[in-house]
C-alpha cells in the first residue's frame, strides 16, 4: 500500500514554487543543481524554517559519486570533514534523509515534468527508501526513473556532457538487466558516442561507450563491438597522423591506446594489444623533442608499465635498458629543496619531563612506545590533509634512487592509499628526527644509555644468541661515538637476525621453498616476510610492526635494510637520523621477554 507516499501536503511556499518552478520546464536545459540550492539560499527566514525546504536542500545538495558514497550510495553529502575536536561531519548528514524526506521526493517526482529534476528525485527515492524505511518500492518508481535518465542522455540536459556521461554509466547500470530497456539504453549511448566521434581531445565522452563494452561484454553483440571499435582504430590512425602539427594530441592518443588496449586485452587479442601500444611508444619518439629529460624518462616508463599491464614482457624488459639510460640524463635536471621548521624548546622539555621519570625499564619502554606513530590516527590525519590541500595528494609521486632510476611510483590518495600513507608516515618520523636525538642525549647524560645497561639486556634477550654480543657491543660503542656509519652497518643484519630468531622461538617456519620448480631445496625468509607475520603484530602490536616494515623493507620508505645491505644508497646516507631510528628499532627487540 503506497498511499501515504501521495499524502504529503501540497501547499508549498510560494518562493519555493517559483525557484523550482522556474527550472519546472521540459525543454529546460544546461542548468546545474548548484544553481538552484544557490537560489534557495537567498529564501526568506520564514521560507527557510519549512519542512518543504528543508527536504528541497537536502535533495539539490546529495551529490552523485562515480562508484559508492561513504554511506554505500549513489548520493552521498556534498562534502565531509573532521571537526577540530576530531569529530567527522557531513553536508547533508546521512541523518537528514528522512523516511519523511524520501515520501517528499516521491510526491515530487510525481509532479515535475523537467526529466533532469524527475530523475534527480526518482533517484534519491530509489537511493535511500529501502535504506530509511521497510517500505517497498512504489510500482512505478523504476519505470519513472530510468525513462527520465533515457530523457536526460538523449537530450543532454546537463550543463556538460562530462555529466552526462556520468549519468550514463548510472543508466546502464541500472537498465542493463532489464530487456525492456537495454535496446534502448544502447541505442542512446551509441549515439551520444557517434555524436562526439570527431571531437578527438574529450576522450572522457568517446570513450564511456567502448568502456561499458570492456567492462559489460555479455550485454553487447560482436558486431556492436565491431562497429565501436572501427570508430576508435579511425580515430587512432587520425590523432598518429596530426602528432606533427600538435604535438599535444599525444596526450589523447594515449588515452585512445590505453582503450584500445584494454579492449584487446580483453577479448585475447595480445597482437592487437602490441600494435597499439607500439603504436604510443612510436608517438613518444615523435614528440619527445618538445619535452624535458625528465618528462621524456617518465614517458618512457609509462609506456612501460603499460607493456607490462597487457603482459607484454618481452617489450617491457627492451625498454628497461632505455629507462635507465634516460633517468640517469633526467636525475641531472633535479634539484634539491629543503625546508625549516622550529620545535619550540619548551615542547622538547615537556617530552624530557615525561621520559625521563621512574627506573631504568620504564624510561627505555617509554622511549620505545612514544616513537611509533598510531597507523589509524596516521590515516585518519592523511585523510584530512587530503580535504585540506586535495591536489597535493591527487598527484602520483615517483621514487628514484640516487642516480635519478626509477623505484616506486605511489599513486594518487584515491587510487593508492596505502602508498600515500607510508610516504605520510615517513614524513612525520622525519619531524621526529629532532625530538628523538634530544630524547637519545637525554638518556645518555642521565645513564640509562650505556653501553653496559644496554648488554644487560641484551644478554636477557631470549631471541638473541651469545656469539652475537661482541658485534651489538662493537655497535653500541660506535653509535655512542657517533661513528653511525659503523653502527648502521653492524645493527642491521644484527636487528634481521633477531627478528629471524623470534620467528623460531614462536614455532614459525624462517625458511620456505626456493621459487625454482626444479630445485629441492630452501631458502631463508626474506626480512619483509618475515615483518608481515602475525608473529610480529601479536608480539608488539601492529603500529609497531608497520613501523618496522615502513623503516627496514619498504621501497616507498626508508628502506634501510635493504639500500644497505645491497649498496643502493651512498654511505653518506647512515647518519645520526637513520641511526637513531636504527637505535630505537634495536631498542624496541629488546623488551621483548
Known amino acids: ?31 546545474d543543481f548548484y544553481e538552484i540550492c544557490e537560489l534557495l539560499n537567498k529564501s526568506s527566514d520564514a521560507v527557510k524554517q519549512s519542512k518543504e525546504f528543508r527536504f528541497e536542500s537536502i535533495c539539490f545538495n546529495l551529490t552523485p559519486s562515480v562508484d559508492k558514497s561513504e554511506w554505500g550510495t549513489y548520493f552521498g553529502p556534498k562534502f565531509h570533514g573532521r571537526t577540530d575536536d576530531g569529530k567527522t561531519f557531513s553536508y547533508p548528514s546521512l541523518s537528514d534523509v528522512t523516511e519523511e524526506a524520501v515520501s517528499y521526493w516521491y510526491k515530487r517526482s510525481c509532479e515535475v515534468v523537467n526529466p533532469y529534476l524527475k530523475a534527480r528525485y526518482s533517484g534519491l527515492v530509489w537511493d535511500f527508501m529501502k535504506k530509511v524505511s521497510a517500505k517497498s518500492y512504489p510500482s512505478d518508481l523504476y519505470n519513472n526513473y530510468i525513462d527520465s535518465l533515457l530523457a536526460v542522455v538523449s537530450g543532454e540536459y546537463p550543463s556538460h556532457p562530462v555529466i552526462t556521461v556520468n549519468i550514463s554509466n548510472r543508466l546502464f547500470d541500472l537498465g542493463c538487466k532489464n530487456n ?14 557517434i555524436k562526439y566521434d570527431m571531437d578527438d581531445k574529450l576522450p572522457r565522452l568517446w570513450g564511456m561507450y567502448l568502456l561499458l563494452i570492456i567492462n559489460n561484454k555479455k550485454f553487447f553483440t560482436q558486431d556492436e563491438a565491431k562497429n565501436v571499435i572501427e570508430r576508435h582504430e579511425k580515430r587512432l590512425e587520425r590523432l598518429y597522423n596530426g602528432l606533427n602539427k600538435d604535438k599535444s594530441l599525444f596526450w589523447t592518443l594515449k588515452e585512445q591506446v590505453t582503450l584500445l588496449a584494454e579492449y584487446y586485452a580483453k577479448y585475447n587479442q595480445q597482437n592487437e594489444c602490441k600494435r597499439v601500444l607500439n603504436c604510443l611508444e612510436s608517438a613518444l619518439s615523435i614528440v619527445d623533442s618538445t619535452m624535458s ?12 608499465r603499460l607493456y607490462s599491464k597487457f603482459n607484454l614482457h618481452s617489450e617491457y624488459k627492451r625498454l628497461l635498458g632505455q629507462i635507465e639510460k634516460s633517468s640517469k640524463v633526467a636525475a641531472k635536471e633535479m634539484q634539491t629543496s629543503k625546508f625549516e621548521f622550529t620545535y619550540p624548546i619548551e615542547a622538547l622539555m615537556q617530552l624530557k619531563d615525561f621520559i625521563v621519570q621512574g627506573d631504568t625499564i620504564e624510561q627505555i619502554q617509554r622511549f620505545c612506545l612514544y616513537f611509533v606513530l598510531d597507523k589509524k590516527e596516521q590515516e585518519n590525519n592523511l585523510k584530512e590533509m587530503a580535504v585540506r590541500f586535495p591536489l597535493q595528494y591527487l598527484i602520483p609521486t615517483q621514487l628514484e634512487d640516487e642516480k635519478g632510476r626509477p623505484l616506486s611510483q605511489v599513486g594518487g590518495i584515491e587510487d593508492d592509499f596505502e602508498g600515500q600513507l607510508v610516504m605520510y608516515i615517513c614524513q612525520n618520523i622525519n619531524l621526529q628526527s629532532l625530538p628523538l636525538n634530544f630524547i637519545i642525549k637525554a638518556l645518555v647524560e642521565n645513564q640509562v644509555f650505556s653501553i653496559a645497561n644496554i648488554m644487560k639486556m641484551v644478554e636477557d634477550s631470549p631471541i638473541i644468541v651469545d656469539d652475537r654480543y661482541f658485534v651489538i657491543e662493537e655497535a653500541l660503542t660506535s653509535f655512542f661515538k657517533e661513528n653511525y656509519l659503523v653502527f648502521c652497518h653492524l645493527i642491521v643484519p644484527q636487528i634481521e637476525s633477531f627478528f629471524r630468531e623470534l620467528l623460531d622461538k614462536s614455532g614459525k617456519p624462517v625458511i620456505k621453498p626456493q621459487n625454482n620448480s626444479k630445485s629441492q631445496g630452501y631458502t631463508l625468509r626474506i626480512l619483509d616476510d618475515i615483518l608481515r607475520d602475525e608473529v610480529i603484530s601479536s608480539t608488539f602490536n601492529e603500529n609497531i610492526a608497520y613501523y618496522f616494515r615502513i623503516v627496514l623493507t619498504d621501497q616507498r ?37
Open 293 to 304: 629529460n625528465m618528462q621524456k624518462a617518465g614517458n618512457l616508463e609509462m609506456v612501460a
Open 1 to 31: 500500500d503506497h498511499r501515504d507516499l501521495h499524502s504529503f501536503p501540497t501547499r508549498r511556499s510560494s518562493d519555493l514554487t517559483d525557484i523550482i518552478g522556474e527550472y519546472d520546464v521540459k525543454d529546460r536545459k544546461g542548468f
Open 557 to 593: 620508505g626508508w628502506n634501510v635494510r635493504n639500500a644497505l645491505c645491497h649498496g643502493l644508497q651512498s654511505p653518506y646516507n647512515y647518519n645520526q637520523t637513520v641511526a637513531n631510528r636504527l637505535f630505537h628499532i634495536f631498542m624496541l627487540l629488546l623488551l621483548i621477554k
Open 180 to 193: 525492456k530497456y537495454l535496446g534502448k539504453i544502447k541505442d542512446v549511448l551509441s549515439a551520444f558516442d
